[in-house]
């Protein structure tokens, strides 16, 4: 089984940066994919950003693509998401999400994911 163990939320103004770490129990942590989504008040769990098994593919929605970055170091077991200018609508619960997933288009379902983070808060003010 896999545990996931997020830190690094909190309230940032807009145009702030802030980095997101989830760390993962287990050995055998590089044959996941990674991938973080956020849910808004209201709204659906939307994908965020992914990272494939190894780190060769990385995968970012159209709203944050230049603004945000995941990484990954598998020898810590743990991934990244870095964000920068952050605006108002990024506000929201952030999960991470280990998973198996072949392609760019099944890494951005959540159902590809099998282990949940238990989420964190993203509040960014104007």
């Known amino acids: 089984q896999v545990q996931l163990v997020e830190s690094g939320g909190g309230l940032v103004q807009a145009g702030g940066s802030l980095r997101l770490s989830c760390a993962a129990s287990?050995?055998?942590?590089?044959?996941?994919?990674m991938g973080w989504f956020r849910q808004a008040p209201g709204k659906e769990r939307e994908f965020v950003a992914a990272?494939?098994?190894?780190?060769?593919?990385?995968y970012y929605a159209d709203s944050v693509k230049g603004r945000f970055t995941i990484s990954r170091d598998n020898a810590k077991n743990t991934v990244y998401l870095q964000m920068n200018s952050l605006k108002p609508e990024d506000t929201g619960v952030y999960y991470c999400?280990?998973?198996?997933?072949?392609?760019?288009?099944?890494?951005?379902?959540?159902?590809?994911?099998?282990?949940w983070g238990q989420g964190t808060q993203v509040t960014v003010s104007s």
């Open positions: 287990g050995r055998t942590f590089s044959r996941f994919a």
């Open positions: 999400a280990a998973g198996q997933c072949s392609s760019g288009h099944a890494c951005y379902q959540p159902a590809s994911y099998d282990y």
């Open positions: 990272s494939s098994w190894g780190g060769v593919g990385t």
